[in-house]
């Protein structure tokens, strides 16, 4: 599966888009990496968004 296909399973599962701030500077494969994470737990991604910053 590619990241949108991944990111459409995510949203199916969670009935939420996966929560990626622009400037997370992250790769795609590690964006995937976390999906699938997600998918094989059957549990959303918590992001810990720090008070303060400015996403």
């Known amino acids: 599966m590619d990241l949108y296909e ?11 888009v996966f929560p990626r701030p622009p400037t ?3 790769t795609d ?3 995937a ?4 994470e997600c998918l094989d737990r059957g549990e959303p991604y918590d992001p810990h ?3 303060g910053c400015d996403y």
């Open 33 to 36: 990496a976390i999906i699938r």
């Open 49 to 51: 968004w720090e008070q």
């Open 29 to 31: 494969e590690e964006i």
């Open 24 to 26: 997370d500077g992250r």
């Open 6 to 16: 991944l990111m459409d399973a995510y949203a199916d599962a969670f009935d939420d």
